[in-house]
């Protein structure tokens, strides 16, 4: 995948976080014991890292003005993000937006970097698997608007959709998930009813 693309995927695939073994060697004459053996893991960043993450990283300035802007689609760049966690830099055009969706059972943050997002999310945690159509209770909906340097962190299976409503000024926005997305889930929406529309995994995206 090369650095800045023409439509954007919500997420990508990195190496999870890994560990190391070493063994050290022994001052014991022959026969010698078996090594001893110690592991460091790379520990899972929270939602509060993710939100220091993706503000901190808004502020680079010349990173943001690092991402190639295109009016007719979205474009990205991959990051790095903190503790094996996968990280993007969003461009958004005017009237452009992700649709509903969900995250499976990562968490994440988001910041708006430039510009203004509005983010329409459900306060309801959806059956995991087994469904195609769900109608929603009064009272699940949302809404926020995102200007420049405000973010939100979310739990798993969180259902939203993100949108950049501005009639005529480019929105730019930093993402950090974790771990890395195994799974989307999108829907469409008709007043109360939600239908699962298509499930993807990060070969969709890649």
Do not use: C
């Amino acid at each position: 995948m090369s650095s800045a693309h023409s439509a954007v995927p919500t997420a990508g695939s990195v190496p999870s976080p890994s560990s190391t073994a070493s063994s050290a060697p022994s001052s014991s004459p022959s026969p010698a014991p078996a090594p001893a053996s110690s592991s460091a893991a790379v520990a899972a960043p929270t939602v509060t890292e993710l939100l220091e993450f993706v503000r901190r990283t808004a502020r680079d300035e010349a990173l943001i003005a690092s991402l190639p802007l295109d009016p007719e689609g979205r474009t990205w760049i991959r990051l790095d993000g903190p503790g094996g966690s996968e990280a993007w830099l969003i461009g958004w055009p005017p009237g452009t937006g992700t649709g509903w969706h969900d995250h499976a059972d990562s968490i994440g943050a988001f910041t708006t970097a430039a510009g203004a997002l509005k983010e329409h999310s459900l306060a309801v945690r959806l059956p995991t698997d087994g469904w195609k159509t769900l109608e929603l209770t009064d009272g699940v909906d949302r809404s926020r608007e995102l200007a420049t340097g405000q973010g939100r962190a979310f739990g798993q299976n969180h259902v939203h959709e993100v949108l950049n409503e501005s009639e005529d000024v480019h929105a730019v926005s930093v993402h950090a998930y974790y771990p890395p997305l195994p799974r989307i889930r999108r829907f469409s929406r008709t007043g109360a009813v939600l239908r699962l529309e298509q499930t993807e995994s990060p070969e969709d995206w890649q």
